[in-house]
């Protein structure tokens, strides 16, 4: 089973910005679509953006303008570039892959505060 392994988060102001990765072991990106949640203490996890395979996006209305999702197929990862982060985007970060079997990476914590 492929696994999916996120990095990149860590605290940072608001204002500032992040990008989060979240590499496979092999090309899936090219293959299924994929997304990022993410989930907040105390909160249900939320879609935050996803990726077709033909590369069509689709944001939360809540960071429309601010983050973008991407993928380096050759690199056999997805990416979550963040900017102009606000408290309220703190959370779990995870990465998943609507395969055969929804696949799901382990979370990285982003904590936007001063």
């Known amino acids: 089973q492929v696994q999916l392994v996120e990095s990149g988060g860590g605290l940072v102001q608001p204002g500032g910005s992040l990008t989060l990765s979240c590499a496979a072991a092999r090309s899936i990106f090219s293959m299924y679509a994929a997304a990022w949640y993410r989930q907040a203490p105390g909160k249900q996890r939320e879609l935050v953006a996803q990726?077709?395979?033909?590369?069509?996006?689709i944001y939360v209305d809540s960071v429309k303008g601010r983050f973008t999702i991407a993928r380096d197929n050759a690199k056999s990862t997805m990416y979550l570039q963040m900017s102009s982060l606000k408290p309220e985007d703190t959370a779990v970060y995870y990465c998943?892959?609507?395969?055969?079997?929804?696949?799901w990476g382990q979370g990285t914590q982003v904590t936007v505060s001063s």
């Open positions: 990726i077709a395979v033909g590369g069509s996006t």
């Open positions: 998943t892959v609507w395969g055969p079997v929804q696949l």
